[in-house]
């Protein structure tokens, strides 16, 4: 029996994930679509890339949030906090959000990558495994200068953490763990490629150039 009340939880979050921050506040700040512009990405590094971080800040924030309150919407469904089957609907409403995001309805479903809307899901799903891929995201980042390297290896921590560090039992909590970290990979195919050629641009949010 179709639960109509799940349903529209995970197309509202399909549409919170769907909300093109980083083109909408492109073009209300500097008149610009800014997948036009630098990796031509819908997230918060390209557009710090591109307009810089009084732009890119809340871009990041933003997105941040939309993960974040895409999986809360759990809290209006009829399962009980704390079970299994909770766990399964918050997940499945990040997956929502996630593919929201990269696949946005209001933009003509070109959307970014996912990383700051997967972070602010999975803040809501395990926050101290979202603490640790956030320390390593900046370490690799204050190390390597390359985000896309870091939000690799972030996301490869992820499921290590909740499998060997959190201890998890609940199968649905693994396997997202897992996509997660192929999510990351996947999504970052061309960056692998331009860092195994060292063509990949190094990151300095204090050198954006201006697309006007």
């Known amino acids: 029996m179709i639960d109509y009340l799940q349903v529209i939880l995970i197309c509202a979050a399909y549409f919170i994930g769907s909300i093109p921050t980083a083109v909408w506040l492109g073009k209300a700040v500097a008149g610009i679509d800014v997948r036009e512009h630098g990796s031509g990405n819908a997230g918060a590094t390209n557009t710090i890339r591109v307009l810089g971080l009084k732009v890119g800040i809340p871009v990041l924030v933003i997105d ?103 201890k998890s039992q609940t199968p649905s909590l693994i396997i997202f763990s897992i996509f997660v970290a192929v999510l990351l990979v996947l999504t970052h195919k061309k960056n692998i490629q331009r860092l195994l050629k060292k063509q990949e641009a190094r990151f300095d949010p204090f050198k954006a150039k201006s697309a006007k």
């Open 64 to 166: 941040v949030l939309k993960g974040w309150v895409a999986v809360k919407l759990s809290l209006l469904s009829d399962f009980v906090p704390g079970g299994d089957a909770f766990v399964n609907f918050k997940i499945a409403l990040a997956v929502a959000a996630i593919v929201g995001h990269i696949f946005p309805i209001f933009v003509g479903f070109r959307g970014g990558k996912g990383v700051a809307t997967l972070l602010g899901a999975v803040i809501a799903i395990v926050p101290l495994a979202a603490a640790i891929a956030v320390v390593i995201f900046i370490l690799v980042l204050f190390s390597s200068k390359y985000v896309s390297l870091s939000s690799m290896m972030a996301g490869i921590s992820f499921p290590f953490s909740v499998i060997f560090l959190l």
